[in-house]
């Protein structure tokens, strides 16, 4: 008899979880519009410098050649470094300065939900 309480109990907290969040299902991200960033754009015909230089005050993910991803907000871009600011991962207090030439990789957000 327990059991079968108990099993009622999770079906129950299950169709209120999906009654609450109707977002989650399915049909809603499907009927959802994908539309482009304005101004985001990488150009393969230029250099890693210069389309880091494309992403200034957005939010990027770089990858150092250890393999280690840092996040946060591209504040600068120099001759050798880049600068990001408030850093992912509950480091919002912390900045980071990256060497150009160790970085293998480069992630941005170039698409999003019409709101």
Known sequence: MEKRMGLFGVIVLVAIFFSVFP?????????????????????????????????????????????????????????????????DGGRDFFDALIRIEDISTIEAKFRDFER
């Open 23 to 87: 977002a989650l299902k399915g049909d809603a991200l499907a009927a959802a519009k994908v539309i482009p960033i304005e101004g985001m754009a990488y150009n393969v015909d230029s250099s890693l410098e210069d389309n880091l230089k494309a992403l200034v005050g957005k939010n990027v993910s770089v990858t150092v050649g250890t393999g280690q991803t840092l996040s946060g907000i591209l504040k600068a871009v120099g001759k050798d470094l880049i600068h990001l600011e408030k850093l």
